[in-house]
């Protein structure tokens, strides 16, 4: 591909670069010195699932492997215990080490259902290696490189600070300490999700200030997570992620088919390489079709197409004909009598009984096909009985 080209495929899932006079003069010195670029993606193990959202920037990441250059994954393992304010109205809960050790130990296989693995095209460095290593003065040091206005002037912490809610100082160190990861592993190129413009244009700045080119910047849109409102995210519980089942009652099928038809537009264009003008058309004409294209394009892509098939084939079973699944979790909850609620919650079927109550109210919850409307009446548990909440299911046991 030429260099115009590849801009141009770019274009697909990328909202802004910076610069794009110097990516192509980055593209063009390594055409010539064969020379790979080194592909920057960083990503804190503060949950343990790689999520759709994740996959926006890593498909990005794949295109710059594809063209011979190398993937850099820096896993956050420091960083991780700061904490990423961005796009966050509160403080980020600490997280032990033992919990970010347990979840980053999952990221590398994850990531591999997206990148090339073999060495010469990812490289993957936990940025406590080099962020461990520093004592006192040397983040001393660090700080002095920013000032607190600048810091302020990123939409969340400036949104904060106007309503008079608490920014904690480590969570001004966070920029700072992703910054250097760029200057650590000499990256050419960093991706990221928009949120993260403001960090990784510190990362830009640091390079230059230690007398080195400056990385590019490349942000993706936000990918909109499950509830349809705001981005998806591991801590908001709306996500997908890449190692989900394709099908059962948490798998990705079921998830997608479950999206507002709002977001199936950006989430062909950001997930998948089908061609957008006719998306556009077959979405408001056929929306339904479209979703089961969707939901059997993603998991073709992270799984295969046998798996898609299959899963399009179960959720026609249990949804369009009312089948009941095969498989599903079972509950012993003793014989006799129980209300709703507490069927609901025992199953984790529902969280907390004003939320059960409120599905029943909603004309979401059924007992072995029949629609329960009195969450104040008891059910008699004598045999196996199947519990549904929506799309979910749960297997009761006497």
């Known amino acids: 591909m030429t260099i115009d080209e590849q801009l141009h495929a770019l274009a697909r899932r990328c909202e802004r670069i910076l610069t794009e006079q110097d990516l192509r003069a980055k593209l063009k010195r390594s055409a010539e010195t064969r020379k790979p670029l080194r592909i920057k993606l960083g990503m804190d193990p503060t949950a343990p699932d790689v999520t759709l959202g994740h996959a926006v920037p890593l498909s990005v990441v794949r295109q710059f492997q594809d063209w011979g250059h190398k993937a850099v994954i820096i896993i956050g393992d420091y960083t991780a215990r700061v904490g990423d304010p961005s796009g966050r109205n509160t403080t980020r809960p600490v997280l032990s080490g033992e919990e970010i050790d347990r979840n980053a130990k999952t990221y590398v ?224 909850v003793g014989a006799g009598c129980h209300k709703i609620g507490h069927l609901l919650v025992t199953t984790k079927l529902a969280s907390s009984n004003s939320e059960a109550i409120r599905k029943v109210k909603e004309g979401a919850v059924s007992l072995d096909g029949e629609k329960v409307t009195d969450f104040q009446r008891e059910y008699t548990i004598e045999k196996p009985t199947v519990l549904k909440l929506g799309r979910k299911f749960a297997r009761l046991k006497p």
């Not at 009652?249 to 950001?270: A, C, R, V």
């Not at 295969?304 to 012993?332: H, L, Q, T």
Request: aromatic share 8%; net charge negative.
């Open 109 to 332: 296989a994850q990531v591999g259902k997206i990148l090339l693995t073999d060495p010469d095209h990812l490289e993957v460095r936990y940025n406590g290696e080099w962020l461990a290593k520093m004592n006192l003065v040397d983040i001393i040091r660090l700080a002095s490189r920013m000032t607190v206005a600048q810091v302020l002037q990123r939409d969340d912490f400036a949104r904060r600070f106007g309503e008079a809610a608490e920014i904690r100082l480590h969570e001004i160190m966070y920029p700072l300490l992703q910054g250097w990861d760029s200057v650590a592993i000499e990256a050419d190129v960093e991706m990221g999700g928009s949120d993260q413009l403001f960090n990784n244009l510190v990362g830009r700045e640091f390079q230059k200030e230690e007398g080195k080119e400056g990385q590019v910047v490349i942000v993706t849109p936000l990918l909109v997570g499950t509830d349809g409102s705001v981005k998806m995210s591991k801590s908001k519980g709306n996500y997908i992620g890449v190692t989900d089942p394709p099908s059962g009652q948490d798998g990705m099928f079921g998830k997608i088919m479950s999206l507002p038809d709002g977001l199936m537009e950006s989430y062909f264009q950001l997930l998948t390489s089908e061609p957008m003008e006719q998306v556009r058309l077959d979405v408001r004409t056929k929306p339904r079709d479209m979703k089961i294209k969707l939901a059997k394009d993603i998991i073709t892509w992270l799984h295969s197409r046998e798996a898609a098939d299959a899963a399009e084939a179960e959720f026609i079973k249990v949804f369009s004909k009312k089948e009941v699944p095969e498989e599903m979790p079972e509950f012993s």
